[in-house]
């Protein structure tokens, strides 16, 4: 009569310990797996607005300007250039490359390994400068258009030393995903590799482009960019292993 209670107890024990076990190993794997997906976003940069390699959420490839608002890069405080609303309907909007030169073919070339971008309307080489492109990540390289132009947004990512938090980038012209053309602030070292994968302008530059470069219009694709790993003398742009 006393046995038969504690055999069944020992088995309503038994029961319940297994059943814990199993929860606990059932929430340690979710752990796991939560915590793989967000070490992998967080590799690929998909916890970040953008940049630059970074094409991560379609809502931050948008207009975005913080004046006022300090930035960071590479561990250091960055004071933003002041973006004024009203160049949308401005400046901005007016050629000012090529006003001289025929209508024709707008195409845009940036030359890796001699870290310079070459505008040319035609045959008409119309701007010609020194800029920055990956060093972090690559610079992709293929022949895309222009799909977005934005006159400024808010750019974050990387990690540890390498985080940077940099609102009001200038004067952005997405080509591919998120790789842009756009003015840089935070450095000045453009002819050598400074990015994490978009091509870094002097800002003056910049602007010369953003407000000579075409977006797309209806059917019509945006202005051509080519990156190159090369830019031969004879205007020939060597490509290796280009993305299709």
Not at 21 to 34: Q, R, S, T, V
Not at 51 to 74: A, M
Request: glycine content about 8%; overall charge positive.
């Amino acid at each position: 009569m006393v046995k038969k209670p504690l055999k069944k107890s020992r088995k309503k024990h038994k029961r319940k310990y297994f059943f814990n076990f199993k929860l606990y190993l059932f929430l340690l794997l979710i752990a796991l797996f939560g915590t793989l997906v967000y070490r992998y976003f967080q590799r690929t940069n998909y916890l970040y607005p953008i940049c630059l390699h970074e094409k991560t959420c379609k809502t931050e490839l948008s207009l975005h300007i913080d004046n006022n608002v300090p930035g960071l890069f590479q561990g250091k405080k960055i004071i933003p250039p002041f973006i004024n609303i009203q160049d949308l309907n401005g400046q901005s909007n007016q050629a000012v490359l090529g006003q001289a030169t025929p209508s024709a073919t707008k195409h845009i070339y940036v030359d890796l390994s001699n870290q310079t971008l070459e505008a040319y309307q035609g045959n008409t080489l119309i701007l010609k400068t020194y800029i920055s492109t990956g060093k972090w990540d690559p610079t992709p390289v293929g022949n895309f258009h222009i799909w977005e132009k934005l006159l400024a947004t808010r750019m974050a990512g990387g990690q540890g030393a390498d985080a940077y938090d940099l609102p009001n980038v200038p004067y952005v012209m997405y080509f591919y995903e998120g790789y842009g053309l756009h003015g840089a602030y935070w450095h000045d070292n453009f002819g050598h590799p400074m990015s994490h994968g978009c091509v870094n302008l002097r800002q003056v530059d910049a602007k010369l482009l953003y407000n000579w470069a075409d977006g797309p219009s209806g059917n019509t694709p945006g202005t051509e960019v080519s990156i190159c790993n090369q830019l031969t003398s004879n205007h020939v742009c060597i490509q290796n292993n280009p993305i299709q």
